[in-house]
């Protein structure tokens, strides 16, 4: 067998987690990558790869194997993109996964990279939830918070801060809080991805950090149904100050506690580990980056 194709079958293997999620990855079956796999043991004369019933895992020779591998596919990779120019000029197919708060500040950066290169396409998506971006053949994808997985790169783009709010219903209703350890006793609307969990996380005037376990009738991944249950006066909520600062200005929602802070956050663009980044990426996030700047008050007018 091919000893390249030997290579990219075990690493794609070990970066996927499994057999079948590699064939996917490469267009091949599942029996034709464990074939490539046997191969290239058979030709070393020793094992790789421990298989079990529910998972793949690394011996010890074979975790030494694979960094030496993934070095050298990089490598290889890097020479392709030089031999055909691919570093200089952006090209193919952009894929992007983005939180659906920052459609608003993402949507500008790709009209202005596909007006700026011909030679690009941009397949966008949204949602909440993070995705596999290795198995699902992400480029990049834009989140509120950094990611749980430690393996990717993470480029900070701009900070950014909750904005704990409710109506003047809610107010009229339960009276106003007057302490931060208050908000335990309301009925408090929490979004799935906070970091925190259920402990609300601030900075009194002085910088010194607090906090309050809440509790409440409401968590959902969704900004939006949050911000209507604040307006509708069912809830407090800690919002994205982006999210909400025409429902303040307005008058519509009252920013409770203004003397707490809450801890800044960062949106970030996620990108897997990779020796090379191509022009299409690069070109990208350096694009977001320069945008996200110039954006920064708009992101984050509570600062």
Request: with cysteine; glycine share 6%; proline share 3%.
């Amino acid at each position: 067998m091919d000893r390249f194709t030997s290579l990219t079958a075990f690493v794609r293997v070990v970066e996927n987690g499994g057999f079948s999620a590699a064939a996917r990855r490469l267009n091949m079956s599942t029996t034709m990558v464990s074939n490539h796999v046997q191969a290239l043991e058979d030709r070393l004369g020793v094992r790789l790869l421990n298989r079990t019933t529910r998972k793949v895992s690394l011996t010890e020779i074979g975790q030494a194997y694979y960094d030496r591998s993934t070095q050298i596919l990089a490598d290889l990779e890097q020479a392709d993109d030089i031999a055909g120019a691919l570093q200089s000029t952006p090209r193919g197919t952009l894929r992007v996964h983005t939180a659906t708060h920052m459609v608003p500040f993402v949507a500008p950066v790709v009209a202005e990279f596909l007006s700026a290169y011909s030679e690009v396409k941009v397949d966008l998506r949204m949602g909440e939830a993070n995705v596999d971006l290795i198995e699902e053949g992400y480029d990049i994808a834009l989140r509120m918070t950094s990611p749980p997985d430690s393996s990717l790169i993470v480029r900070s783009l701009a900070t950014w801060r909750h904005v704990l709010c409710c109506s003047h219903d809610y107010l009229d209703k339960h009276g106003r809080v007057q302490q931060l350890d208050e908000l335990a006793g309301h009925n408090c609307g929490r979004h799935l991805n906070y970091p925190f969990g259920d402990e609300w996380r601030f900075l009194d005037r002085k910088g010194t950090p607090a906090s309050v376990r809440i509790s409440g009738s409401l968590i959902t991944n969704s900004g939006e149904a949050l911000r209507e249950v604040a307006l509708a006066g069912a809830a407090v909520c800690l919002m994205a100050g982006f999210l909400i600062s025409d429902d303040l200005e307005a008058g519509r929602l009252v920013r409770l506690l203004p003397e707490y802070r809450t801890v800044e956050l960062s949106m970030n663009a996620v990108y897997p580990h990779r020796h090379h980044l191509s022009a299409k990426v690069r070109t990208f996030l350096d694009m977001l980056v320069h945008h996200s700047a110039e954006q920064q008050k708009l992101i984050n007018p509570y600062s």
